[in-house]
């Protein structure tokens, strides 16, 4: 039987979006099936998942010339090619063949064409590279070799982009405690067309997270941290399904979930559970992704179509090979997470990995370790 519940609370008003290019419309409530997911930090179903891993893999990223980056905030596989998103270290986005040799990087800091302040977030498919920044308000167009294409001003601020199948965009705004729309699409000229989801009254958010549009085998998940919600779109970005989590009695406050930064400067409480990025499709029913608190960070699997969740904890006892960061997926089996020399101390196992891992980390490259599940 369907997990689907029908009440449930949401930071978002839900509305349906109209084709109509000559207005931008928020229309009547949208029905969709729900299904609630309550997360467990027992580690029951996560080793029963877990368990059918077959095959680890490995690929060193070999950062060279100014193909390079601090912190990996986004990747996306694509073309036989891995693009990495850094926005607020090096602010650069680069590109890796699938051995891990460099390619290119897209853009610089600067104000002029083709460059960008912040790089918030990135989307890639066969028309090209898709930058967007958040500061300067522009989409910035490239080809896959680097080169700058165009770049289009979008009259509001967002910190997320997708392009549609349909060859339109999706934008996610950034809250200011009005209700504004929290999804808005625009044409391929970033016109406006339509909005959806309209944030609620004095929503204003708190920390930011990973990947908050990610591919999936239908379309995209849309998820902002800290709804405790997920949204899944097809290919066009109409609203098809949610997932409402719960985190039990580590849920955040709802009063922290309007505002985060003002409910931390009143209670200094850590000790509430949030996804730390937007839930990875492994398969049509296996997710993984990252929840943390102040003190811990829990690798989380769950299946939500029959509410199962499971919880791995990280901590020195942790193996190097386990789901430590994990980053995208081919939404076939495999999961690729993000592995550094930062855990040569705080895993158990660090010195068991190959050599030739051993010495590309030590040389201060990243490396992709790939866990294929045969499920």
């Given at each position: 039987m369907k997990n689907i519940?029908?009440?449930?609370?949401?930071l978002f008003i839900l509305s349906a979006c109209s084709n109509n290019k000559g207005s931008v419309e928020?229309?009547?409530?949208?029905?969709?099936?729900?299904y609630k997911v309550d997360i467990n930090i027992d580690k029951t179903y996560y080793d029963s998942i877990t368990g059918h891993i077959s095959d680890t893999s490995f690929?060193?990223?070999?950062?060279?010339?100014?193909?390079?980056?601090?912190?990996?905030?986004k990747i996306i596989e694509y073309n036989k090619k891995y693009y990495i998103l850094d926005k607020k270290s090096l602010r650069?986005?680069?590109?890796?063949?699938?051995?891990?040799?460099?390619?290119?990087?897209?853009?610089?800091?600067?104000?002029?064409?083709?460059?960008?302040?912040?790089?918030?977030?990135?989307?890639?498919?066969e028309t090209g590279v898709y930058v967007l920044d958040t500061n300067s308000k522009k989409v910035i167009h490239y080809n896959e070799s680097g080169d700058f294409l165009g770049e289009q001003k979008i009259t509001f601020f967002a910190d997320a982009i997708k392009r549609l199948k349909n060859g339109n965009f999706i934008f996610n705004t950034t809250p200011d405690g009005t209700q504004m729309p929290g999804l808005i699409y625009?044409?391929?000229?970033?016109?406006?067309?339509?909005?959806?989801?309209?944030?609620?009254?004095?929503?204003?958010?708190?920390?930011?997270?990973?990947g908050i549009f990610r591919n999936n085998n239908l379309g995209l998940n849309f998820y902002r941290s800290p709804s405790d919600s997920l949204a899944i779109l097809d290919k066009n970005g109409k609203v098809q399904t949610f997932i409402v989590f719960d985190f039990l009695d580590k849920s955040v406050p709802q009063i922290a979930k309007t505002d985060y930064i003002a409910f931390s400067k009143k209670n200094y409480s850590t000790d509430y559970l949030h996804f730390a990025n937007n839930p990875i499709n492994v398969s049509d029913s296996v997710w993984i992704g990252l929840i943390e608190d102040g003190h811990n960070q829990y690798t989380v699997v769950f299946n939500p179509f029959i509410n199962k969740s499971g919880c791995k904890k990280f901590t020195k006892s942790s193996s190097v090979y386990d789901m430590i960061e994990p980053m995208f997926s081919d939404n076939k089996g495999a999961i690729v997470s993000l592995i550094s020399q930062e855990l040569k101390n705080l895993c158990k196992d660090y010195e068991s990995l190959p050599d030739t891992i051993i010495n590309a980390l030590n040389d201060g490259n990243r490396v992709l370790l790939i866990n294929r599940f045969h499920l």
């Amino acid at each position: 039987m369907k997990n689907i519940i029908i009440h449930f609370s949401l930071l978002f008003i839900l509305s349906a979006c109209s084709n109509n290019k000559g207005s931008v419309e928020t229309i009547a409530p949208l029905n969709c099936d729900v299904y609630k997911v309550d997360i467990n930090i027992d580690k029951t179903y996560y080793d029963s998942i877990t368990g059918h891993i077959s095959d680890t893999s490995f690929v060193i990223l070999k950062e060279k010339g100014n193909v390079m980056f601090s912190y990996a905030n986004k990747i996306i596989e694509y073309n036989k090619k891995y693009y990495i998103l850094d926005k607020k270290s090096l602010r650069t986005v680069v590109s890796f063949k699938k051995d891990g040799s460099p390619i290119t990087r897209y853009g610089r800091v600067g104000q002029g064409p083709g460059e960008y302040i912040f790089p918030w977030d990135m989307d890639i498919d066969e028309t090209g590279v898709y930058v967007l920044d958040t500061n300067s308000k522009k989409v910035i167009h490239y080809n896959e070799s680097g080169d700058f294409l165009g770049e289009q001003k979008i009259t509001f601020f967002a910190d997320a982009i997708k392009r549609l199948k349909n060859g339109n965009f999706i934008f996610n705004t950034t809250p200011d405690g009005t209700q504004m729309p929290g999804l808005i699409y625009t044409d391929s000229l970033m016109n406006p067309i339509c909005s959806s989801m309209t944030y609620q009254k004095d929503y204003v958010g708190g920390y930011t997270t990973n990947g908050i549009f990610r591919n999936n085998n239908l379309g995209l998940n849309f998820y902002r941290s800290p709804s405790d919600s997920l949204a899944i779109l097809d290919k066009n970005g109409k609203v098809q399904t949610f997932i409402v989590f719960d985190f039990l009695d580590k849920s955040v406050p709802q009063i922290a979930k309007t505002d985060y930064i003002a409910f931390s400067k009143k209670n200094y409480s850590t000790d509430y559970l949030h996804f730390a990025n937007n839930p990875i499709n492994v398969s049509d029913s296996v997710w993984i992704g990252l929840i943390e608190d102040g003190h811990n960070q829990y690798t989380v699997v769950f299946n939500p179509f029959i509410n199962k969740s499971g919880c791995k904890k990280f901590t020195k006892s942790s193996s190097v090979y386990d789901m430590i960061e994990p980053m995208f997926s081919d939404n076939k089996g495999a999961i690729v997470s993000l592995i550094s020399q930062e855990l040569k101390n705080l895993c158990k196992d660090y010195e068991s990995l190959p050599d030739t891992i051993i010495n590309a980390l030590n040389d201060g490259n990243r490396v992709l370790l790939i866990n294929r599940f045969h499920l």
